[in-house]
């Protein structure tokens, strides 16, 4: 199983920008993925996770600005995300994990993890 993901740059506070995460190996059957991040000097920290059958579920302070959406077709995931802050800026990592967990914000949950990628939001 391996996780691409791609999307992440410099933008504006207040601007957008869209993250992807290719999902190769398996499918979204009875899958969970999602992403985290890590801001500079500060530990990693969940976003966004789904799985199938699941709703999606969102740390507090992205609520209403990042959604969460998979292409099955495309076995991708994409981070919407919206009305960015500077506080935002971290790298992103798309992870996965077989089944669920009712511990869904625990990056130690996860067994698969992309590359991560690089958003700065700054002026």
């Known amino acids: 199983v391996q996780l691409q993901a791609s999307g992440g740059g410099l933008v504006q506070p207040g601007g957008s920008l869209r993250l992807s995460c290719v999902l190769s190996g398996t499918t979204f059957s009875n899958f969970g993925i999602g992403w985290f991040r890590q801001a500079p000097g500060k530990d990693r920290e969940f976003v966004a996770v789904?799985?199938?059958?699941?709703?999606?579920y969102y740390k507090n302070s992205v609520k209403g600005r990042f959604t969460l959406s998979r292409d099955t077709f495309k076995k991708t995931v994409y981070l919407q995300m919206n009305s960015l802050m500077p506080e935002d800026t971290a790298v992103y990592y798309c992870?996965?994990?077989?089944?669920?967990?009712?511990?869904?914000?625990?990056?130690?949950?996860?067994?698969?993890w992309g590359q991560g990628t690089l958003v700065t939001v700054s002026s």
């Open positions: 789904t799985g199938s059958g699941r709703p999606t």
């Open positions: 992870v996965g994990r077989n089944g669920w967990t009712i511990r869904f914000d625990a990056e130690n949950e996860y067994t698969y």
